[in-house]
């Protein structure tokens, strides 16, 4: 058996593309790899913020498990404190959904333009590890 604990450090949203309501995410992990993943924003954010966490275990849990004993085959991933990561996920989220809302409702040209320049190069953070915001 085999139990790997997964611990996020921080997760920000880039690449924000307000007309199709789309977010590139950069997931930093603490000793693994970061992970890049495209999603969807939406009013409703929980949905979102558990496929986020269902796809990190899917891609970050090990394929093979060396241990000859009666729990071989049996991998187990932890993400730490998932629970609480899973509201400020959310809470992010919406953060950056309520931002990318704000660009429609600019009515003059030189705004638009402006807000528009600023969300495509914008890095928002959606999740920091130790940061104590809801």
């Known amino acids: 058996m085999l139990v790997k604990k997964l611990q996020i450090a921080e997760i920000n949203a ?15 992990f603490v000793d693994e790899t970061p992970l890049t993943i495209e999603v969807a924003l939406q009013r409703e954010t929980e949905p979102t913020a558990t496929k986020i ?3 990190i275990k899917k891609v970050k849990t090990p394929q093979e498990d ?9 991998i187990i991933l932890n993400i ?7 509201e400020k996920i959310a809470h992010g989220l919406y953060r950056v ?7 429609s409702t600019i009515s003059t040209a030189r705004e638009y333009m402006t807000a528009f320049n600023q969300l495509k190069t914008a890095q928002e953070n959606v999740y920091r590890k130790g940061s104590s915001t809801i």
């Open 66 to 74: 060396t241990d000859d004993g009666f729990l071989s085959g049996v």
């Open 53 to 55: 966490l269902q796809h």
């Open 14 to 28: 880039t690449n924000l593309d307000h007309a199709r309501k789309r977010a590139t995410l950069v997931i930093t």
């Open 97 to 103: 959904y309520q931002k990318m809302q704000g660009v």
């Open 80 to 86: 730490v404190g998932d629970d609480e990561l899973h």
